[in-house]
């Protein structure tokens, strides 16, 4: 197997993946690849999920009986596992959503919702950028429509990163929201975070950043981004799906006002009117995603226990290594970035004039599984002129013999299309 410097023990962390044990096609084993859809869940997050199940499950908060209090404690243990994990000043600010859409959706309609000095109407403009994934441009293109507001955005380069040329001419005084991916999901771009807060402060705007690509790969400090939210998900990061996390600035999340009403977001209810209860149960309305927040602390800890900085090292040296192998198939060429400088463990690229979609199947058929599509970046696609990508995408299981076995793959596409 090749040997790369900075590379985690796989061969052990492997173990801990029992998906990966797995043949398909009749025998194929299994080179998953496509982590920037959704990870794969360890042992210890998956037997997690099975012991609340079998042990502890109740609804959380209210209840006196014993199992209510256990899955509280199990529950909220969580938050705390989170707010420590991305360095939170308090476990309040951590709000429990079922994903990072919906994080971002909750922002939205918070700031539409909001009295001054925090609403958009129409006198005020949102600024996103060309690379956002779906869920962090349809929110705010649905905010711009029902309050008037103008949504600009930052556009790209022709080697995938953003246009900050004219900065000072898209935040302006009239900006109130800067919403914008920190790692994407189909580029791989690292975004120069420092500099579009810094622009964003000067002019009194929020700023929201989406890490779903960024949570599961490399340490998080949300003090350190100074951002007013931050919103990633569980299921990116070894934990389940139906659980998202949005942080927010304490001082924000008690002026702005809720999104969802129901049950646990109340303090007092009359026929007339109610008040809420402090954030960060003023946003989680109704039974929240209980057994996923226990598996999402499950996984915090098994990542922790790694160490996310050696993760970070251990992708860094894969996506090196597989922005070289790539670099020899002919025809070969990567959407964005094309050294693995500034750059995620998510290559998203074109062979020739075979469909993206052709490619991903071939390669299944060899057991390889790839993301293929507009990986709801279909704006990013627009701007380069193609109609779809294959997108190959590590995580800290992944190997060099993987990305390996992908060029020996795309080698197969290009005979078997002539």
């Known amino acids: 197997m090749t040997q790369l410097p900075g590379l985690l023990d796989t061969e052990a962390i492997r173990k801990d993946f029992p998906i990966?044990?797995?043949?398909?096609?009749?025998?194929?084993?299994?080179?998953?690849?496509?982590?920037?859809?959704?990870?794969?869940?360890?042992?210890?997050?998956?037997?997690?999920?099975?012991?609340?199940?079998?042990?502890?499950?109740?609804?959380?908060?209210?209840?006196?009986?014993?199992?209510?209090?256990?899955?509280?404690?199990?529950?909220?243990?969580?938050?705390?596992?989170?707010?420590?994990?991305?360095?939170?000043?308090?476990?309040?600010?951590?709000?429990?959503?079922?994903?990072?859409?919906?994080?971002?959706?909750?922002?939205?309609?918070?700031?539409?919702?909001?009295?001054?000095?925090?609403?958009?109407?129409?006198?005020?403009?949102?600024?996103?950028?060309?690379?956002?994934?779906?869920?962090?441009?349809?929110?705010?293109?649905?905010?711009?429509?029902?309050?008037?507001?103008?949504?600009?955005?930052f556009g790209l380069t022709d080697d995938g990163r953003l246009d900050l040329s004219n900065i000072d001419e898209i935040i302006t005084e009239k900006t109130k929201i800067v919403s914008f991916v920190l790692v994407s999901n189909i580029l791989g771009t690292v975004n120069p975070v420092e500099a579009i807060v810094r622009r964003a402060q000067e002019v009194g705007a929020l700023v929201c950043i989406d890490a779903s690509q960024a949570?599961?790969?490399?340490?998080?400090?949300?003090?350190?981004?100074?951002?007013?939210?931050?919103?990633?998900?569980?299921?990116?990061?070894?934990?389940?799906?139906?659980?998202?996390?949005?942080?927010?600035?304490?001082?924000?999340?008690?002026?702005?006002?809720?999104?969802?009403?129901?049950?646990?977001?109340?303090?007092?209810?009359?026929?007339?009117?109610?008040?809420?209860?402090?954030?960060p149960h003023k946003f989680e309305a109704g039974t929240p995603p209980i057994a996923q927040a226990v598996g999402l602390g499950a996984a915090i800890d098994y990542l922790s226990a790694i160490g996310m900085d050696k993760i970070l090292a251990h992708?860094?040296?894969?996506?090196?290594?597989a922005v070289k192998r790539l670099g020899e198939v002919p025809d070969l060429r990567i959407i964005g970035p094309t050294t693995a400088e500034d750059r995620g463990a998510a290559i998203s690229f074109t062979l020739g004039d075979i469909h993206p979609h052709d490619v991903g199947q071939v390669l299944d058929e060899q057991g390889i599984a790839v993301r293929v599509g507009h990986h709801c970046a279909r704006p990013v696609c627009l701007r380069y002129g193609i109609p779809a990508t294959t997108r190959a995408s590590f995580y800290l299981y992944s190997t060099p013999t993987e990305i390996d076995a992908l060029v020996d793959g795309l080698e197969h596409v290009r005979n078997f299309f002539g």
């Open 315 to 321: 992708e860094h040296a894969l996506t090196e290594y």
């Open 215 to 279: 949570a599961p790969h490399m340490p998080m400090d949300v003090q350190a981004l100074q951002a007013d939210f931050v919103a990633f998900t569980g299921h990116k990061m070894c934990g389940p799906t139906g659980i998202g996390v949005l942080w927010g600035r304490q001082e924000l999340l008690e002026d702005l006002p809720p999104f969802l009403g129901g049950g646990e977001m109340i303090e007092t209810v009359s026929m007339h009117s109610s008040t809420y209860a402090p954030a």
């Open 20 to 153: 990966l044990d797995r043949t398909v096609h009749d025998g194929q084993k299994l080179v998953y690849l496509d982590n920037a859809a959704t990870s794969q869940k360890p042992r210890q997050v998956l037997d997690a999920l099975n012991e609340y199940y079998e042990r502890y499950n109740a609804n959380v908060h209210r209840g006196v009986h014993v199992l209510a209090e256990e899955a509280t404690a199990l529950y909220e243990g969580s938050r705390d596992k989170v707010a420590a994990f991305i360095n939170a000043p308090s476990r309040d600010e951590v709000i429990f959503t079922k994903n990072a859409s919906e994080s971002l959706n909750l922002v939205a309609n918070m700031l539409g919702w909001a009295d001054e000095p925090y609403r958009v109407d129409h006198e005020t403009e949102i600024v996103i950028t060309e690379m956002e994934h779906h869920s962090n441009i349809v929110p705010w293109q649905l905010l711009a429509q029902r309050t008037g507001a103008k949504l600009k955005w």
